[in-house]
């Protein structure tokens, strides 16, 4: 990247001189995917950077989930990706299988303070003996309910895999149709179904030892039955039903607004902008977790919630990891992040974050990361998990199974036999 020059004049002071700023910026390119209201904070600390850096200028780029992977491989392929980049977990094996697709961040640690990191969440973005990516907070799935929906069902929230399956009758009599207690995307279902398999047999869905799914066919039969089950008995609706209304985050559905759609299986970072969405007075309550009589592991996604990449191609790599220093180490940089990429990981931060009040104990990330701190997860997943074939592979056999082109057992069979040429072809 070229180093530009940004020749502007702002404002006209009170004496009618004109007055110069920031005549020879360099600029720096960040990019991220969220919803508003990261959108707003991130956007905010931005700008807090650029009052205590005035000769660095800082081109935001951020979109959605939907579309930011594809435009990001676009990009990565032609060299031109932002010099700080917002990154998944399971992208590393994608573009920096041996830590050399993006900036190790371990040279530039003069400039970004590492100490304030855990030493297991620099492992989870490290490659090859490079630190890929510094996780900024760390996540999992758990499960979100409508308080006010629920009321008007007269149920409680279930506290076993059974309870799930039985509210979806219950609430189609007392509510509706339309009324579901769950919404499930492809990438909710199979996570939620790992974890269930994880609890049932102890073992992981992705077998990285030997390269393909740990399942056998009756198992895998078993994880698509459980999804075919929830549809049949109205617990959740199919994704024919909500391919119905458009594409959109399921947060930005009516369904979802109105309170049709009564819960989720989410990421505790992500459920404030869920939450938010919401028509007044409803609201999110953080649910039970359900286990399996016996069970030694919750079967838990869990993972760093995003990560901060510098990419390869950076002119400029210290002033970017002086950029990702300021947002997740500084006292301007995490008071504008506030909550907005979950409860950091940045001892500082946590540390300020928890004393002015920021981090309270009912925020529903909050309580969702402790649920998730207090339940067993010993059984790791696999970076291969959320290989974008894969996982469209998953979505594809459910889009088929509810559009009634293929039964359940050929679904079943059809995915392990792609699904297993995906991950050997990932895992060379």
Same mark, same amino acid.
């Given at each position: 990247?070229?180093?530009?020059?940004?020749?502007?004049?702002?404002?006209?002071?009170?004496?009618?001189?004109?007055?110069?700023?920031?005549?020879?910026?360099?600029?720096?390119?960040?990019?991220?995917?969220?919803?508003?209201?990261?959108?707003?904070?991130?956007?905010?600390?931005?700008?807090?950077?650029?009052?205590?850096?005035?000769?660095?200028?800082?081109?935001?780029?951020?979109?959605?989930?939907?579309?930011?992977?594809?435009?990001?491989?676009?990009?990565?392929?032609?060299?031109?990706?932002?010099?700080?980049?917002?990154?998944?977990?399971?992208?590393?094996?994608?573009?920096?299988?041996?830590?050399?697709?993006?900036?190790?961040?371990?040279?530039?640690?003069?400039?970004?303070?590492?100490?304030?990191?855990?030493?297991?969440?620099?492992?989870?973005?490290?490659?090859?003996?490079?630190?890929?990516?510094?996780?900024?907070?760390?996540?999992?799935?758990?499960?979100?309910?409508?308080?006010?929906?629920?009321?008007?069902?007269?149920?409680?929230?279930?506290?076993?895999?059974?309870?799930?399956?039985?509210?979806?009758?219950?609430?189609?009599?007392?509510?509706?149709?339309?009324?579901?207690?769950?919404?499930?995307?492809?990438?909710?279902?199979?996570?939620?179904?790992?974890?269930?398999?994880?609890?049932?047999?102890?073992?992981?869905?992705?077998?990285?030892?030997?390269?393909?799914?740990?399942?056998?066919?009756?198992?895998?039969?078993?994880?698509?039955?459980?999804?075919?089950?929830?549809?049949?008995?109205?617990?959740?609706?199919?994704?024919?039903?909500?391919?119905?209304?458009?594409?959109?985050?399921?947060?930005?559905?009516?369904?979802?607004?109105?309170?049709?759609?009564?819960?989720?299986?989410?990421?505790?970072?992500?459920?404030?902008?869920?939450?938010?969405?919401?028509?007044?007075?409803?609201?999110?309550?953080?649910?039970?977790?359900?286990?399996?009589?016996?069970?030694?592991?919750?079967? &838990?996604?869990?993972?760093?919630?995003? %990560?901060?990449?510098?990419?390869?191609?950076?002119?400029?790599? =210290? !002033? /970017? +990891? $002086?950029?990702?220093?300021?947002?997740?180490?500084?006292?301007?940089?995490?008071?504008?992040?506030?909550?907005?990429?979950?409860?950091?990981?940045?001892?500082?931060?946590?540390?300020?974050?928890?004393?002015?009040?920021?981090?309270?104990?009912?925020?529903?990330?909050?309580?969702?990361?402790?649920?998730?701190?207090?339940?067993?997860?010993?059984?790791?997943?696999?970076?291969?998990?959320?290989?974008?074939?894969? &996982?469209?592979?998953?979505?594809?056999? %459910?889009?088929?199974?509810?559009?009634?082109?293929?039964?359940? =057992? !050929? /679904? +079943? $069979?059809?995915?392990?036999?792609?699904?297993?040429?995906?991950?050997?072809?990932?895992?060379?």
């Amino acid at each position: 990247m070229k180093i530009k020059t940004i020749a502007f004049l702002v404002g006209i002071a009170s004496v009618g001189s004109m007055v110069s700023v920031n005549a020879n910026a360099e600029e720096l390119r960040m990019s991220w995917w969220g919803g508003n209201s990261r959108h707003a904070a991130t956007n905010d600390a931005v700008k807090e950077f650029e009052k205590a850096n005035p000769t660095i200028s800082v081109k935001t780029e951020y979109t959605g989930w939907g579309g930011h992977l594809e435009r990001l491989t676009t990009q990565i392929a032609g060299n031109t990706e932002p010099d700080v980049m917002q990154t998944n977990w399971n992208w590393m094996p994608i573009f920096s299988a041996r830590g050399d697709g993006f900036k190790d961040l371990l040279d530039y640690s003069d400039v970004l303070d590492l100490s304030q990191f855990d030493e297991s969440a620099l492992a989870a973005g490290t490659n090859d003996g490079k630190l890929n990516g510094l996780p900024i907070s760390m996540a999992a799935r758990v499960f979100y309910f409508n308080k006010d929906t629920w009321d008007r069902a007269g149920l409680a929230y279930p506290v076993s895999w059974d309870d799930i399956m039985k509210a979806g009758p219950i609430f189609k009599e007392k509510l509706g149709d339309e009324y579901f207690p769950i919404i499930l995307e492809g990438r909710d279902v199979i996570a939620m179904n790992r974890s269930f398999m994880v609890q049932k047999y102890g073992i992981p869905m992705v077998d990285d030892v030997n390269k393909k799914i740990a399942y056998s066919e009756a198992q895998m039969l078993e994880f698509f039955q459980m999804y075919a089950d929830m549809i049949k008995n109205h617990v959740a609706p199919s994704s024919k039903y909500v391919a119905g209304f458009g594409k959109a985050n399921l947060y930005e559905h009516k369904p979802w607004i109105n309170g049709q759609w009564a819960g989720v299986y989410m990421w505790n970072s992500a459920i404030n902008k869920y939450n938010d969405n919401l028509k007044p007075p409803m609201s999110l309550e953080l649910g039970f977790y359900p286990m399996l009589k016996g069970s030694k592991d919750a079967g &838990l996604f869990y993972k760093p919630a995003q %990560m901060f990449s510098i990419g390869k191609n950076s002119e400029n790599p =210290e !002033d /970017a +990891a $002086k950029l990702i220093n300021f947002i997740l180490n500084e006292p301007a940089g995490y008071n504008a992040m506030g909550l907005a990429r979950g409860v950091p990981l940045s001892l500082a931060a946590r540390r300020a974050l928890s004393l002015d009040g920021t981090i309270k104990d009912d925020d529903l990330s909050v309580a969702g990361l402790s649920q998730i701190n207090d339940l067993p997860k010993h059984i790791l997943t696999s970076a291969h998990f959320e290989n974008p074939r894969f &996982l469209g592979l998953f979505e594809e056999m %459910m889009e088929k199974m509810d559009q009634g082109d293929i039964s359940v =057992e !050929d /679904a +079943a $069979k059809d995915f392990m036999s792609k699904g297993n040429r995906i991950l050997r072809r990932a895992m060379r």
